[in-house]
């Protein structure tokens, strides 16, 4: 698998007193998730938008059986994990780092989040959930220690049924997560302004005092 590349937007991450990590759905260029970025209209926070190899992070959906995602969806969420820790390792404190995902962007967050544990600064899974098909035992670890997540979600939805968004909200929230649940009735597969504004909330709390 080649090796994805990303966008970037905002400041130097040396010079961001945050940073959002942008996750992109099927079929999706990571262009549009700098759009996203934009409408956040929060200027002192750093973007990064990772590019997935033929623009899709695995192959299925997210409710088939892992085994048959792999081995793409553990690099997925090893290079989620390789961005997490080079924003680390250049000065931006977890607690500062969020991250925004739309559709399978949104699982992967989801699934990200519960498999690395700790106190992020948000994270805002758009029309998604956790992966894996219906029973997947769920024996995540450690604590997400009052991590704000919103999640939004259409229902119907053609991809993502809204009982595993409500089952994430129950894991998340079980592992320490402050979550925040929003239904909307035949929004079809795309992002409101409802979300958001509920996602300029989230990152707004990352911002530096006065601003």
Known sequence: ?????????????????????????RGAPAAGMIEIYEALNAPWCAAV????????????????????NQP?????LGMIQSVVEDLIGRGIKSDHVALLGFSQGACLCSEFVARHPRRYGAVMALTGGLI???GTPRNYQ??????????????????????????????LAAM????????????????????????????????????
């Open 1 to 25: 698998m080649k090796a994805p590349s990303s966008l970037f937007a905002g400041p130097a991450v040396e010079k961001a007193h945050a940073a959002i990590i942008l996750v992109h759905g």
């Open 49 to 68: 938008a990772p590019q997935a190899p033929g623009h899709s992070w695995y192959p299925y959906s997210f409710l088939a059986p892992i085994e048959e």
């Open 72 to 76: 793409y969806l553990d690099y997925s």
């Open 132 to 134: 894996g098909p219906a």
């Open 142 to 171: 450690g604590s997400l220690d009052g991590t704000p997540v919103f999640l939004g979600a259409s229902d119907p939805d053609p991809h993502v049924p809204f009982g595993r968004v409500q089952e994430t909200k129950e894991i």
């Open 176 to 211: 320490g997560a402050k979550v925040e649940l929003r239904r909307y009735p035949g929004m079809g597969h795309t992002i409101n302004e409802d979300e958001l504004e509920a996602c300029r909330e989230l990152v707004g709390a990352m911002a530096p005092r006065g601003k």
